[in-house]
C-alpha cells in the first residue's frame, strides 16, 4: 500500500500532532475566534511552500492585501514569494449608486466572488491555497442551505486540481460549524482561555483528521515573533529508553544513608514541609552534587529569585557558579503568570533530550499549580511529565510547600501517591530553640531509614544529624522529650530554606 503523502504546515509542534502534516489534496478548515492566530498559521503554511518549491495562492475576502503584509513585517516575515488576491469591496461600493435595489446583494456578490475566486485558482495552479475567510462567503450566501452548496462546489472544484487548501472561519454563525465540519476532509480548532491575571492561555485541537492518525486531545500553543509555536501533549508511553539502574548521591553521607544509599536514577522525590524549613536546600544539593560529578543538572524556580537562591546555596558551601560556568547546572526563572504547563512541560522535555539533563529539580509544585485551570489538570501534567522522566532515567525533585509551619499541615492538593519517594521536613521545639527534623516516608525501589534525623543548617554546609531517638511527636511538630539532653545539638543553627 503506498504511503500516503504530507504537506508539511511550517508551524512547529503542529507536523507532530499530525503524525507529519495535511494529507495532500484536501480540503482543511482552520477554525478559531479571532486572535487565536489562524492568518499567522496561514501565513506559515503557505511560507513552508514557497520553501519546498510549491506553488502558492493567499486569498483574501476580508483583511487588504496590505495589512497581510503588515501583519507578516511583524514577524519578520517576507511575503513577496507569496501571491497575494483580494477581493475586498472598494471605497467606491459605499457611494449610493453601488447598492442594490433591485437585486439582493447575495444574488450578485456571490457569483461574481464566486467566478473571480475559481479563475484566480485555475490561473495559479496552486499546489497550497488559502481563503481568508469563510465569514464572508457565509454572509453573501444569505442562508445555510446555499452556503453550503457552495462549499460542496468549492470542494469538488480542488479536488480535482490537487491543491491542498486551507479555509479560514472565525466560528462568528455558530450554527452552522458542525455543517462546515462534514464537508471538510479535516478540522483544526484554535481556542482562547482567559485567565483572571497573566497572559491567555492558548489551545489547539485536531477535531478530525479523515483517513489518518494524529495526536488527540488539547495542545497548548503559543504567538512569538517567529510565529505560532505549538506544544504538543506528552504521551509518556512514546519516549521508553534504558538506562542504568544505579543511585545518584547527595554528597552528605548521613543524608545518603537516610535514602538507603541514594536517589535509583528514573525516579521522582517529593520533598514536602513547611515554608523555610530547608526544602530548597536539600534538592538543590542533589542538583549540585550531580553537576559536580559531571551529570548536568536543571533547577526550575517558581517561587524564587534566581539571585537569592544562588547566595543561599553559596552560604551553604556550594560553589554552583562554579557548576554555573560550566554548563553541569543551569537555573531557570518561571513566572506562572506568562506561561502554560504545555509550554513548561516542553522546556523540560527539550532540556532532556537536547542536553542530556540528568536531574531536574522544579521548585515548587505550588508555582506550577498556579498555571494549571484546575487541580485536575495538574495531576494529569504531573502523570504524564513524572512517568516521561522516570523512563529517561532523570530523577526528578519536586518541592510542596504545605499550609502552616507547625501542628497538623495540608497541602493544596496530594501529589505524594506520584512520587516514588517522599521527603518530609518538620518543625519541632527543643531546649527553647526552633529545629528541623527530616524523614523518608515512602521509597518504592529499595530499602530506607525509617528514623528522624535533625536537619541543621550552619554557615559553609549542612549537616544531617543522628537519629531522633529520644523524641516522640516530632512528625506532629509537637514533640515530647523522652531520652537524654547530651544527644541535643548544643548549638544554635541557622535556618535557610
Known amino acids: 500500500m503506498q504511503k500516503q503523502k504530507r504537506v508539511e504546515t511550517g508551524v512547529p509542534g503542529l507536523d507532530d500532532i499530525l503524525k507529519g502534516g495535511l494529507p495532500a489534496g484536501q480540503l482543511y478548515?482552520?477554525?478559531g475566534d479571532p486572535g487565536t492566530g489562524k492568518t499567522t498559521?496561514?501565513?506559515?503554511?503557505?511560507?513552508?511552500?514557497?520553501?519546498?518549491?510549491?506553488?502558492?495562492?493567499?486569498?483574501t475576502l476580508s483583511e487588504p492585501e496590505a495589512e497581510l503584509r503588515e501583519s507578516a513585517e511583524s514577524h519578520e516575515w517576507d511575503?513577496?514569494?507569496?501571491?497575494i488576491v483580494e477581493f475586498v469591496p472598494e471605497e467606491g461600493s459605499l457611494s449610493s449608486e453601488q447598492q442594490y435595489t433591485v437585486f439582493h446583494p447575495s444574488e450578485v456578490e456571490l457569483s461574481s466572488t464566486i467566478t473571480r475566486l475559481t479563475d484566480a485558482i485555475d490561473k495559479a495552479m496552486p499546489d497550497r491555497l488559502v481563503i481568508d475567510s469563510l465569514s464572508e462567503l457565509r454572509m453573501l450566501s444569505g442562508d445555510a442551505m446555499r452556503y453550503r452548496r457552495q462549499i460542496l462546489a468549492l470542494k469538488q472544484f480542488l479536488s480535482g486540481r490537487k491543491t491542498t487548501a486551507i479555509l479560514l472561519d472565525d466560528r462568528t454563525a455558530v450554527d452552522h460549524d458542525l455543517q462546515l465540519q462534514s464537508i471538510a476532509h479535516g478540522v483544526i480548532r484554535l481556542e482562547k482561555l482567559p485567565r483572571s491575571f497573566g497572559v491567555t492561555r492558548r489551545r489547539v485541537e485536531i477535531v478530525k483528521l479523515r483517513g489518518s492518525t494524529f495526536r488527540e486531545g488539547l495542545h497548548d500553543y503559543n504567538i512569538l515573533t517567529q510565529g505560532v509555536v505549538v506544544y504538543p501533549r506528552l504521551i509518556a508511553a512514546e519516549h521508553g529508553k534504558t538506562f542504568e539502574g544505579d543511585e545518584i548521591k547527595s554528597g552528605l553521607e548521613e543524608l545518603d544513608q537516610l535514602f538507603g544509599g541514594g536517589i535509583p536514577r528514573g525516579s521522582s522525590t517529593l520533598v514536602i514541609g513547611p515554608s523555610g524549613a530547608g526544602k530548597s536546600s536539600i534538592a538543590m544539593q542533589y542538583a549540585f552534587a550531580a553537576a559536580k560529578r559531571g551529570d548536568r543538572a536543571i533547577v526550575y524556580a517558581f517561587d524564587e529569585v534566581l539571585r537569592t537562591a544562588q547566595a543561599r546555596a553559596e552560604g551553604l558551601g556550594m560553589d554552583i557558579g562554579t557548576e554555573l560556568e560550566r554548563g553541569t547546572l543551569s537555573m531557570s526563572q518561571i513566572d506562572p503568570a506568562e506561561l502554560s504547563p504545555g509550554e513548561f512541560i516542553w522546556q523540560i522535555r527539550s532540556d532532556v533530550e537536547e542536553r542530556d539533563t540528568r536531574v531536574v529539580v522544579i521548585d515548587s509544585l505550588n508555582g506550577f499549580m498556579n498555571s494549571m485551570p484546575g487541580e485536575s489538570d495538574l495531576i494529569l501534567h504531573l502523570h504524564e511529565l513524572l512517568a516521561y522522566l522516570n523512563q529517561k532515567g532523570v530523577v526528578t525533585l519536586l518541592i510542596m510547600t504545605q499550609h502552616g509551619l507547625v501542628g497538623s499541615m495540608q497541602a493544596q492538593v496530594d501529589v505524594s501517591y506520584l512520587a516514588d519517594t517522599v521527603v518530609l521536613i518538620r518543625y519541632f521545639e527543643a531546649e527553647g530553640r526552633i529545629r528541623q527534623s527530616l524523614?523518608?516516608?515512602?521509597?518504592r525501589v529499595g530499602d530506607h531509614e525509617r528514623t528522624l534525623r535533625e536537619l541543621i543548617f550552619k554557615p559553609g554546609r549542612i549537616i544531617v544529624g543522628s537519629a531522633l531517638t529520644e523524641f516522640r511527636g516530632v512528625l506532629?511538630?509537637?514533640p515530647e522529650f523522652v531520652g537524654d539532653k547530651a544527644r541535643i545539638a548544643p548549638e544554635e543553627p541557622a535556618s535557610a530554606e
Open 29 to 31: 478548515l482552520l477554525e
Open 41 to 59: 498559521i496561514a501565513m506559515q503554511y503557505l511560507l513552508r511552500g514557497v520553501a519546498q518549491g510549491d506553488k502558492v495562492l493567499y486569498v
Open 79 to 83: 511575503l513577496t514569494t507569496v501571491p
Open 439 to 443: 524523614s523518608v516516608l515512602k521509597k
Open 476 to 478: 506532629t511538630g509537637v
